[in-house]
């Protein structure tokens, strides 16, 4: 899954209001995520089967 895919998947499931930004382009593609929304959002990249994240790798705030 490529970052624009994963930031697709996320869109849908949380919206615009939760999944605020993203930069593909960079030399570590990042989706930024709304505050409120962190938990959640973790909690469904661990246990989504589409994902199954299980490190994470970079917080910053």
């Known amino acids: 899954m ?24 960079a030399k570590d593609p ?6 409120a929304a962190i938990v959640d959002v973790a909690r469904f990249l661990k246990h989504d089967e589409r994902t199954q994240f299980d490190h994470l790798n970079d917080l910053t705030g």
């Open 2 to 25: 490529t970052a624009e895919d994963l930031h697709k998947l996320l869109v849908s499931e949380f919206g615009e209001t939760k999944i605020t930004g993203s930069n593909f382009t």
């Open 30 to 35: 990042w989706i930024e995520v709304a505050a």
